[in-house]
């Protein structure tokens, strides 16, 4: 019994002999060459870089904002405030205002009168300076009346164009189809003299005479 014991044990460290044989007979793969740590950081920021150049390719065009100093601040007007707005008159300013006009008007009457004189004056001193003025109170004979009496020898007078006004520029008649303003003479002798509602008042030789209007 001992020596089947004896067998089996020994065939027991025999078989485990040929397995650890067999295992140290396996090739082992050589170690994997370390990589160095800078090189895993350079290929990271390659990587970045182009990331953010993709990126921008990528984008639409978008348009330059405007620097600020370039661009001035408008302000937006806000509503005008209670001070700025003007407050309606009082009842009481009202009153002054109407007790005042009256005042002014009685300073004003004098000043106005005083002008009124001296235009009149004025007017007086140029009528007297010129010529062919004509006495207002003085009635004038007509052409046909003129020539009857043979006082004056008076040329074919005809008036085509009649415009009168208040104003004195604006008046001007046609007289023997020739246009005439105050102080014009005609060829044939005639001076007009002044313009009327009625006509013209001429001047000849001396002799004043109303043209009528036809």
């Known amino acids: ?21 067999e295992f140290a007979a396996i090739p082992q793969s050589p170690k994997a060459s370390s990589v160095p740590r800078w090189l895993w950081g350079v290929g990271f920021l390659l990587l970045l870089n182009l990331a953010v150049l993709l990126g921008l390719w990528l984008r639409p065009d978008a348009a330059p904002s405007p620097t600020q100093g370039s661009v001035p601040t408008i302000s937006e007007a806000g509503p005008p405030s209670a001070a700025d707005i003007a407050a309606p008159p009082s009842f009481e300013q009202k009153v002054a205002a109407a007790r005042q006009r009256p005042v002014e008007q009685q300073k004003k009457g004098p000043t106005e009168v005083v002008a009124t004189n001296t235009n009149q004056a004025v007017q007086a ?22 020539r009857a009496s043979g006082a004056s020898e008076l040329p074919d007078l005809h008036l085509n164009i009649h415009v009168y006004s208040s104003e004195p520029a604006g ?19 005639p001076v007009v003299a002044e313009i009327t509602p009625d006509g013209v008042v001429l001047s000849h030789q001396g002799q004043y005479f109303l043209l009528q209007r036809d």
């Open 171 to 189: 008046r001007f008649v046609f007289i023997n189809m020739t246009k005439l303003r105050e102080g014009s003479q005609l060829d044939e002798g």
């Open 1 to 21: 019994m001992s020596f089947i014991l004896d067998a089996l044990k020994k065939s027991e460290i025999d078989r485990q002999q040929q397995g650890g044989a």
């Open 125 to 146: 001193v140029l009528i007297s300076q010129n010529p062919t003025a004509v006495p207002a109170s003085e009635p004038y004979p007509s052409l046909q009346e003129v």
